[in-house]
């Protein structure tokens, strides 16, 4: 987690209730990090996620580029507001072993829910869209997930607990729900 600083204020986030200031991982600390992961053997790939949107940390492509130099593959969970911007424009440049971007929200009714300030959800959508198939173009092995707001249950016995369950499983139902 290099930061859980947010260019949203989505209301289903769990932020609100977090007591930890908010503020940038130390940019010497997320290197000396990076560096005993490789060092030790610890773990192949690393992805910049959790709380806040890590494309936020001032240092975020210098952070990234060391994991790069010291040999681990990157992965980055985005909540894509920055995509259509320097950001996106930047992110070409290198090459992401997966890049998760959290949608959480299909339609522009449920995308004000995030209170992205002065984006649209058209301008969210395109400049989305027109990122992936410029990177894609680039980077044909980068894995691409595009997340949505969901809820896991635990199965055992979870009908009799809570009644039956439906699974989405398409656009319409799930703008629907």
Not at 63 to 69: P, Q, T, Y
Not at 126 to 139: A, Q, V
């Amino acid at each position: 987690e290099l930061t859980n600083v947010c260019d949203f204020n989505c209301v289903f986030c769990p932020k609100s209730e977090m007591k930890r200031k908010h503020g940038y991982m130390d940019t010497g600390l997320a290197k000396r990090i990076i560096t005993e992961l490789r060092e030790n053997n610890i773990c192949e790939k690393i992805t910049f996620h959790v709380m806040g949107e890590p494309t936020l940390h001032p240092d975020f492509f210098e952070i990234m580029s060391h994991a790069h130099d010291k040999g681990l593959k990157v992965g980055l969970t985005t909540n894509g507001g920055g995509l259509g911007g320097r950001t996106g424009k930047l992110l070409l440049d290198y090459d992401l072993h997966q890049v998760d971007i959290s949608l959480q929200t299909p339609d522009e009714r449920s995308f004000a829910l995030r209170k992205a300030r002065s984006l649209t959800f058209e301008e969210y959508l395109n400049d989305i869209l027109e990122f992936f198939f410029s990177y894609h173009e680039r980077h044909k092995e980068t894995i691409f997930k595009f997340r949505f707001l969901n809820t896991r249950f635990r199965k055992k016995n979870m009908e009799k607990r809570i009644g039956q369950v439906k699974v989405i499983s398409s656009a319409e139902e799930l703008r629907d729900t």
